[in-house]
């Protein structure tokens, strides 16, 4: 059974920076693809970042290219998600996701499409950028 758990989540100042983390376990399938999303209240929950466990290769929401940066470490089975120059239009509830495959095709697609119907998710933290 697959199990995302969160950490990082807290109060930033406008301009600040925050690293999320994402403990992973279960993760038996051939290839899959990790990703962050978010969600504010009243909207959608939209993809920000993924990185694919074949080859660590990345896929970034435009509107966070630049600011977002996804990584792994394998040893310690976590991906992270580290967030600069945060405004309050980042204020979210942010999730960990994971789809796996046995086609290294199609986990590559799930990150590039992001769809907010990834197989497994966490809990979620949250994310308030406020002064």
Known sequence: QVQLVESGGGL?????????????????????????????????????????????????????????????????STVYLQMNNLGPEDTAVYYCAADGSISVTTAKAMCFMMPPRFASWGQGTQVTVSS
């Open 12 to 76: 930033v100042q406008p301009g600040g920076s925050l690293r999320l983390s994402c403990l992973t376990s279960g993760l038996t399938s051939d290839y899959y693809a990790i990703a962050w999303f978010r969600q504010a209240p009243g909207k959608e929950r939209e993809g920000l970042a993924c990185i694919s466990s074949s080859d660590g290769s990345t896929n970034y929401k435009e509107s966070v290219k630049g600011r977002f940066t996804i990584s792994r470490d394998t040893a310690k």
